[in-house]
């Protein structure tokens, strides 16, 4: 089928009807031979460029057909009351599948009991950070603060994808474990019907060098054939050539003006440049679709994984008072290049870190030690390599320490590629060796550590947390500065409320980090947490905030100027929140500061497109999507679902713009 449609296109079509005019003109007068050859040409012509164009898109699809290998294949089914091991594609609405950590999700499933269930959505949502998932539905702000309304309901109407007791199709488990019941399979899924509204588009689904070539053989076909009619008819009306003669010799004219050589230059100057593209990891299913990028007047992107790294890293702190930059080093060197002038200010104008400063080396511990996250040292293609040798290829000013794989949540991962450029995080474990733990839930909101620090002369085990800042700051009476415990008094509240709203303003996930030694428990206490602490876990000593963010990929900066030089606009299109969304358009270009202010640019959330779709008359909501559009040059959509994205691109198509969408 897919070498057949190779025929199908306009120009092709032409070249076959020129091809069989050249064999009727040949059947019609067999004493030259030259229309036969003409026509076996002409079809030559059209089988040659089809089959290379069919070779070219059929490399294409088998690695587009090779991706079905990340469908789910098998899970676990409670069905008639029995366990089961089915493959994927047998679950049906109403069973009960079992999920745990690393499991891909087999179906949409409505969660009807977990603990500590986790899910990461960025293939769906572009959120960077695993999402908690439950039974109960309920609505969360940025802070993952739940904000109920009367009853415990959630206080507004939730779109599906948000809903935090649901998890969709092809969506990873990243911690914990659970049960729940199928919804939905296949075609009905979230993601299923992401796949059909692909097919819905009310767009223009030609690309730009299809309708040009259309428009170009509708020309030429029309003054070939007014040439030849003009010619048969002059031939018989003056009695020049008889009507066969004729017939003949204003075929030959209709053939001869068809350029028959065009076909085969396209065809090979965008083979060679999908070939190109190939080389740079680009893949390109369909050859038409080459010239289009030289057409585009819009990029809609996504955000995780396109625009960031999809991967959370560490990029402030606050400590002794300060708020500080922590550079994202891939390796020592580079980190030490980074460090070696002290009047280097980071992206928001703060000083570097220091990392001989006592209360910034207690955040490091806490931050090592108070943490579950480990580096994969295995390689994963070849299990009979050694392990990888982590302190010293630190040392080497090629690895890139930031894209090795590790174990644990996206948090905990930044949080010990940040630290371990400072101090091996294994050998640091194994001088402090962890007693006890709490892990981290939805309802405490903190992780607690104990561990032992005779290493340090002090026989005291040590209790680490680490968590959401305002509850670790609640549970803390004094703060470290300097050194110093200090007391916490209404002075260190304001302070420690400015410093957490300046890193929540940049759209970063703060942590809190706090710690205490506990007098009189030896070190083989009957740790427990079952009823409660048998341990005093509040009188905490505050040490400070580490901030995360999903940061831009590098080069994206200047590919997004270079696309405004170009008169390119460049949207972000992303189901993160919004003030994630806007602080990353902002570093990368995408947003000018003060954009917003000067009616520049915009962000544009899930709520506002909703408002639009509600408008029933179809003029006024095209012009309240052209008032977006038109007025401004630089937009940010966030919390946008895939239904959304689809609308952004409609009614980009609708103001005749080119556009090109990337995801990750």
Not at 111 to 129: A, H
Not at 492 to 513: D, H, I, M, P, Q
Request: charged letters at 20%; aromatic letters at 6%; hydrophobic letters at 40%.
């Amino acid at each position: 089928m897919l070498y057949l449609e190779q025929y199908t296109n306009f120009f092709s079509l032409l070249l076959i009807a020129g091809g069989v005019l050249c064999f009727i003109a040949y059947g019609i007068d067999q004493s030259d031979a030259s229309n036969l050859y003409l026509g076996v040409v002409l079809i030559a012509v059209v089988f040659i460029s089809s089959t290379f164009a069919y070779f070219q898109e059929a490399k294409s699809q088998a690695i587009m057909n090779g991706f079905k290998s990340l469908i789910p294949k098998k899970c676990k089914v409670v069905r008639d009351g029995a366990p089961n091991v089915l493959e994927a594609v047998e679950l049906v609405p109403g069973d009960l599948v079992e999920f745990q950590e690393g499991d891909q999700v087999p179906a949409d499933i409505r969660v009807i009991d977990s603990y500590n269930l986790k899910v990461d959505n960025s293939s769906l949502t572009g959120e960077s950070e695993a999402c908690e998932r439950g039974s109960t539905l309920h609505v969360t702000n940025h802070a993952g603060d739940i904000e109920e309304g009367g009853g415990g309901k959630p206080k507004a109407k939730i779109p599906a994808i948000e809903a935090t007791n649901l998890l969709f199709y092809s969506t990873i488990v990243a911690s914990g474990h659970g049960r729940g019941i199928v919804i939905g399979t296949g075609d009905n899924t979230v993601m299923g019907q992401i796949a059909g509204l692909t097919g819905e588009t009310n767009g223009d689904s030609q690309p730009p060098i299809v309708r040009e070539v259309n428009r170009f053989i509708t020309i030429i076909s029309a003054i070939a054939i007014t040439i030849g009619v003009v010619f048969l008819s002059v031939g018989i009306g003056m009695g020049v050539m008889g009507v066969v003669q004729a017939l003949v010799f204003a075929i030959s004219v209709i053939v001869a003006v068809v350029p028959e050589g065009l076909l085969v230059t396209l065809t090979v100057a965008l083979a060679l440049t999908a070939k190109r593209m190939h080389n740079k990891n680009v893949l390109v299913k369909n050859l038409q679709s080459v010239e289009t990028l030289g057409c585009t007047t819009v990029i809609a992107s996504d955000k995780t994984g396109t625009l960031t790294q999809n991967r959370m890293t560490v990029q402030h702190c606050w400590y002794d008072d300060k708020l500080c930059d922590v550079p994202s080093a891939r390796n020592l060197p580079e980190l030490q290049n980074m460090m070696a002038d002290p009047g280097v200010r980071g992206h928001q104008g703060w000083p570097l870190f220091e990392p001989t400063n006592s209360s910034f080396q207690m955040l490091q511990r806490i931050a090592t030690l108070c943490n579950n996250s480990d580096f994969i040292l295995q390689d994963k293609f070849d299990a009979t390599r050694p392990l990888l040798d982590l302190e010293k290829e630190v040392l080497s000013s090629e690895f890139n320490l930031l894209g090795l794989q590790t174990t644990g949540d996206a948090s905990e991962s930044g949080l010990i590629k940040a630290v371990q450029l400072l101090r091996d995080v294994r050998q640091y474990r194994a001088e402090y060796p962890k007693l006890f733990e709490i892990k981290f839930n939805s309802t405490n909101k903190y992780q607690i550590g104990i561990h032992d620090q005779t290493k340090d002369g002090d026989q005291r085990p040590l209790l680490l947390m680490k968590g959401a800042p305002e509850r670790v700051w609640a549970m803390s009476t004094k703060i470290l500065i300097n050194g110093r415990e200090l007391p916490k008094t209404p002075e260190w509240e304001a302070k420690f409320a400015t410093a957490y709203e300046s890193l929540g303003a940049l759209g970063e996930r703060v942590l809190g980090f706090a710690y205490r030694s506990l007098d009189g428990l030896p070190r083989d206490h009957p740790w427990t947490d079952q009823p409660s602490p048998n341990f005093p876990v509040g009188e905490l000593v505050f040490a400070g905030l580490f901030s995360l963010i999903d940061p831009p990929r590098r080069g994206v900066p200047e590919a997004v100027s270079t696309c405004k030089r170009a008169s390119i606009r460049v949207f972000m299109v992303t189901g993160d929140h919004p003030i994630t969304a806007k602080a990353i358009a902002e570093q990368i270009g995408i947003l000018d500061p003060g954009a917003e202010a000067e009616g520049k640019g915009r962000v544009v959330t899930g709520d506002d497109i909703r408002t639009l779709m509600d408008i029933e008359d179809d003029t006024k909501r095209e012009a309240a999507w052209d008032d977006i559009l038109l007025r401004n040059q630089q937009i940010v959509f966030a919390r946008v679902t895939p239904a959304h994205k689809l609308l952004i691109v409609e009614n980009n198509q609708r103001l005749k713009q080119v556009v090109a969408v990337t995801v990750r």
